[in-house]
């Protein structure tokens, strides 16, 4: 993984941006956002974006063609860290937005969105343009497809509505039919011995396909008669992705088109899998915390972090409806602080000094668990604030809960 931000993680963070992006409101046309597909040379951004900055110049308004003009240097200036525009696109938005009375700020984000941009885009208004992404904000999860018998299979993968077909291929294997000169036994010999290799190979291309992803949800396997079920049932897949395999459905193909009759058929349980998760999760917690020792549980901020750091979490509970900040602060003779805040206080001291806090780190605290989790390889799942255990989770446990790798006791 390394430095790599998790899927789950992006989507939170992007998730987050829009939230605020969507009540930004410009005093004029002056609000620039600027949509950047994968295939775009940087340069070619720029020369854009030099063309529309000398357009500016007819802007009556002298403080609108002020704000235009800043907005597009600093989004200029933004692009130049970039050598090469990154695999699903970039998002810019920049500009001077009201901030209560006669004030503004400016403010510049440069989004990485969950799904690839299609096309540039340049506008400019009193609202940031974000029609494009609004769709993305709906929650995809993927899941795995494989449809299969002894004679094809297709590997696909669904995220939201969409089916991709990640790979198509064709077996060996001879049709169960008496061949001339060959005993019927050796025969059947060849046959299975053929449909053994088969299916590796399919595993094989599945664990290319899927070990990698951690937003694989599940995994669905479909196809005519009994082939898909011996396929689940003998093992053949890697224990990893085995244990993400949800349910056989069968389909008449195992084609492309198979791949969208086994997501028809199966759409029932798909639905209530995503609910199933949360609740899954959330009733674990709770039979552990009502376990007279307390079992492999905790909750609260702080106990949790510190259980965290030392390695005890496997799974970290944490509500997406989390609003608040960790905040870290640094005073001129190094003392440092941390503590968590809606938002970051205005007045800022050291408690150990009279120095002036000189340095001021805030980060949103679930961004907070997931740098802190990912460091020590402990799971984390976020838990949609508007169902009935997110709800708990907020209500009774502050939001943040583990379930542990074994028993604490304090
Ligand atoms: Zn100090």
């Known amino acids: ?182 005993s019927a036994q050796r025969f059947e010999r060849l046959i299975e011995l053929a449909a053994h290799e088969f299916f590796k190979k399919i595993a094989h291309h599945v664990e290319e396909a899927f070990l990698e992803r951690d937003d694989l949800q599940g995994i669905i396997v479909g196809g005519p008669g009994a082939t898909k079920d011996f396929f689940v049932k003998e093992g053949y897949l890697h224990h990893e992705l085995q244990k993400k395999v949800v349910d056989t459905f069968d389909t008449g193909y195992t084609d492309e088109y198979g791949l969208k009759e086994l997501v028809t058929n199966a759409a029932a349980s798909l639905h ?62 190094g003392h440092t602080r941390e503590f968590t805040a809606a938002k970051v206080p205005s007045k800022l001291e050291c408690n150990e000094c009279d120095s002036p806090v000189e340095d001021v780190e805030s980060i949103d605290l679930v961004d907070h668990f997931f740098e802190l989790s990912e460091t020590v390889g402990s799971k984390l799942e976020l838990i949609s604030a508007e169902s009935e255990e997110g709800d708990m989770l907020i209500k009774a446990f502050g939001g943040i809960a583990a379930i542990l790798r074994f028993q604490v006791v304090l």
């Open 1 to 182: 993984m390394g430095d790599e931000v998790s899927v789950e993680r992006a989507r939170y963070d992007f998730k987050k941006a829009m939230q605020d992006i969507v009540d930004l409101r410009g005093r004029g046309t002056e609000l620039i956002s600027v949509y950047v597909p994968a295939h775009k040379q940087i340069s070619d951004v720029t020369s854009y974006l030099r063309n529309e900055y000398s357009q500016s110049n007819n802007i009556k308004s002298k403080g609108t063609k002020k704000n235009v003009q800043g907005a597009i240097e600093s989004i200029m200036s933004r692009l130049k860290t970039f050598n090469t525009v990154p695999d699903g696109g970039l998002v810019l938005f920049c500009g001077e937005v009201a901030a209560g009375g006669d004030q503004t700020r400016m403010v510049q984000y440069v989004l990485e969105p969950p799904e690839p941009i299609s096309a540039f885009l340049y506008r400019c208004d009193s609202t940031f343009f974000i029609e494009p992404l609004t769709d993305m904000l709906k929650e995809k999860k993927a899941y795995g497809l494989i449809v299969m018998d002894r004679a094809e299979a297709s590997i696909g993968l669904l995220i939201g509505k969409k089916v991709n077909m990640i790979k198509n291929f064709d077996s060996m294997v001879p049709r169960k039919h008496r061949q001339g000169g060959q």
């Open 272 to 333: 209530d899998m995503d609910l199933m998760r949360e609740k899954e999760l959330i009733q674990k917690l709770l039979s552990e915390i009502r376990k007279q020792d307390g079992g492999v549980s905790a909750y609260g901020e702080d106990h949790v972090r510190n259980l965290l750091i030392a390695g005890a979490v496997d799974t970290l509970l944490v509500s997406e409806g989390l609003d608040s900040k960790r905040v870290k602060l640094t005073c001129n003779n």
